[in-house]
């Protein structure tokens, strides 16, 4: 049984959630106590040494990164092989993608932390960071509807939650159409849930 360390105003957490629920997949959610930093206790630095969320485990695999996650969830379990395909430029076009959503977009996500939960961040620097990332992004999805192989893929599931969750971070949007139009296309997925702030 799949089972989840979960804290549902993450945008880490909700790549994991939003993936499962389009592969369908069944799982057990274990709620941590995010804001109060449950996350740092020894309970969970046994489990996560790095002390973050999400926490994925299936039988007896434990991962750590929202990443990681996604691109075992892919090989195991999307019968259909198109949201992480196994051939080398696929692989290489999409996992740029993850280290993007792992990285640049995150700029939005600390921005956001500032604003909800006051974090003792450089929150302009981090707004000017997600607004280059997002200029990126933009330009690239100008001839195209998804991130990669003219269909969705994991790529598309790194980058969403915080691109998404970006006026959270008093980061607006309104410039950057192509993406917004494909944040509708991601709301569009059969399968598609949500979470706060989407």
């Known amino acids: 049984m799949i089972k989840l360390y979960d804290f549902e105003l993450s945008g880490s957490c909700y790549k994991i959630r939003l993936f499962m629920s389009l592969l369908e997949l069944q799982h057990e959610a274990q ?28 039988d007896e695999l434990r991962l750590r990164d929202a990443q990681a996650i ?17 051939d080398a ?29 006051n974090y003792p961040l450089d929150l302009e620097k981090l707004q000017t960071g997600a607004h280059r990332v997002f200029t990126i992004m933009n330009e690239h999805l100008a001839t195209r509807e998804w991130l990669e192989l003219g269909h969705p893929t994991i790529a598309d599931i790194a980058c969403f939650p915080y691109t998404a969750l970006a006026g959270e971070g008093g980061i607006d949007l309104n410039q950057y159409p192509n993406l917004r139009s494909w944040i509708k296309r991601m709301k569009a997925l059969p399968g598609f849930i949500t979470m706060p702030g989407i």
Do not use: C
């Open 31 to 58: 709620i941590v106590d995010f804001v109060n930093k449950e996350h740092k206790t020894d309970k969970y630095t046994s489990l996560n040494p790095f002390g973050e969320v999400p926490i994925f485990e299936d």
């Open 70 to 86: 996604l691109v075992y969830l892919a090989k195991k379990y999307d019968r259909s092989n198109q949201w992480f395909p196994d």
């Open 89 to 117: 430029a696929s692989m290489g076009k999409i996992v740029q993608w993850l280290s993007t959503g792992g990285g640049e977009v995150m700029n939005a996500a600390g921005a956001r932390l500032v604003k909800i939960l």
